[in-house]
């Protein structure tokens, strides 16, 4: 039971931070959204043994979680599920690549090269997308994606699957507390019982998602997500896409570390 309500505590919190004040927060969603964009998909077009130039696109999820005084742990938490899938993709390279590469003058396994290269990778993407989601909530990246001209259907589903995850989880709550009001010597849920319980939450919630489905209707719902009028971009927000959108070319345009390595070394004379 206490792990339900710790799931909803979960997926809520990560509301709660997006109605926070700050100067991130108060920057329009599409801009939020551009420049996540521009730096994911910038960081994830480097080569595949791509390690130590990628260090620099490390500013990025830095700044935004300084800048909007987002807290470290719910961050690391929800890093930390995905994190297994990530280590999980990378550690494949090693078990079927056997062959090396010369970096620094060393001889490192490619395969290996290869894992740290999509852990960075894969780390800063997610870190990047969950800075998004806490800093702007799941309202405004829906509005900003259909700024962007993403199809209503893909948005709409994308927002009811997230809305529907917090009413499976309400009703599973719910299922769980009557059972354990109902089975006073028993600690735990006994696997005879899974089948049933399992198949009660999920006609519970199909029911509620019916009943929120014909609320929305009569509310005039018409298969647009509409969540009100927002403002126009401004010039605070142009400039701050422009910024990222410059230093993330910068960063993927010229190897950093290499290149402060060799004016600290004087390998470059």
């Known amino acids: 039971m206490s792990n339900i309500v710790n799931a909803m505590y979960n997926i809520r919190q990560f509301d709660e931070l997006a109605r926070r004040d700050s100067l991130i927060h108060r920057m329009h969603p599409l801009a939020k959204l551009l420049a996540t964009l521009v730096y994911t998909v910038l960081l994830v077009s480097y080569d595949k043994y791509a390690t130590i130039a990628l260090l620099p696109f490390v500013f990025f999820p830095v700044y935004v979680a300084a800048a909007a005084k987002i807290p470290l742990e719910p961050?690391?938490?929800?890093?930390?599920?995905?994190?297994?899938?990530?280590?999980?993709?990378?550690?494949?390279?090693?078990?079927?690549?056997?062959?090396?590469?010369?970096?620094?003058g060393y001889a490192i396994s490619s395969g290996w090269l290869i894992f740290l290269s999509i852990f960075l990778k894969g780390t800063l993407a997610v870190t990047s997308a969950l800075l998004l989601i806490a800093t702007t909530g799941m309202d405004?990246?829906?509005?900003?994606?259909?700024?962007?001209?993403?199809?209503?259907?893909?948005?709409?589903?994308?927002?009811?699957?997230?809305?529907?995850?917090?009413?499976?989880?309400?009703?599973?709550?719910?299922?769980?507390?009557?059972?354990?009001?109902?089975?006073?010597s028993s600690q735990r849920l006994k696997r005879e019982v899974w089948g049933p319980l399992l198949g009660q939450i999920l006609i519970r919630t199909m029911d509620r998602a019916q009943r929120i489905y014909d609320a929305m209707c009569l509310r005039g719902f018409s298969g647009e997500y509409c969540i009100g009028k927002a403002a126009r971009p401004g010039w605070k927000d142009i400039i701050y896409v422009m910024t990222w959108g410059v230093l993330s070319a910068a960063f993927r345009g010229?190897?950093?570390?290499?290149?402060?390595?060799?004016?600290l070394t004087g390998a470059g004379k």
Do not use: C
């Open 254 to 263: 010229i190897n950093l570390p290499l290149w402060l390595g060799n004016l």
């Open 75 to 104: 961050l690391l938490k929800r890093l930390l599920y995905i994190e297994p899938m990530i280590v999980g993709i990378g550690l494949l390279n090693p078990l079927f690549d056997h062959g090396t590469v010369v970096v620094l």
């Open 140 to 184: 405004g990246v829906a509005l900003s994606l259909r700024k962007l001209m993403v199809p209503k259907i893909f948005v709409l589903q994308m927002m009811l699957t997230y809305r529907y995850i917090s009413v499976l989880l309400e009703e599973a709550a719910r299922t769980v507390q009557a059972y354990d009001l109902r089975a006073f």
